[in-house]
């Protein structure tokens, strides 16, 4: 995605996270993750973290944005982060394991190893 078509997709998700947060929390937590994977690709991984942690506030049961969570924590690098990529990335694999999504299986555990050196 080019910089002015992810400029544009950012801003229909910011336009769809106000509707979303008065209708469906899950579709809520749904636009937020997206919102923190478009900021991720801009290189903005401070504001793609907020958008991650919101979006695990309103629902802590989607595996993915745990996943993404964590590698955007491993990208920003502090002490801190990458103590909290490691809680991530392992609530990632577990969550991801219990909802069978096999194909995330490897990407999950690659994360995990990560947070672990």
């Known amino acids: ?13 910011i336009e769809l996270q106000s ?8 579709l809520y937590a749904l636009t937020l993750n997206n919102i923190g994977c478009i900021q991720k690709e801009r290189g903005n991984a401070k504001l793609a973290a907020k958008a991650f942690r919101r ?3 309103v629902d802590a049961q989607d595996g993915l ?11 920003i690098g502090s002490s801190t ?10 609530q990632a694999l577990n969550k991801i394991r219990a909802l069978n999504l096999e194909f995330y299986f490897p ?4 994360n995990y190893a990560l947070a672990l050196q």
């Open 65 to 75: 944005t745990y996943l993404n969570y964590s590698a955007v924590l491993l990208e």
């Open 1 to 13: 995605i080019n910089s002015k078509e992810s400029k544009k997709n950012l801003d229909i998700l």
């Open 107 to 110: 990407l999950a555990e690659y």
């Open 55 to 57: 979006s695990l506030e």
């Open 81 to 90: 982060a990458l103590e909290n990529s490691l809680v991530y990335a392992k």
């Open 19 to 26: 509707l979303a947060s008065k209708q469906d929390m899950r």
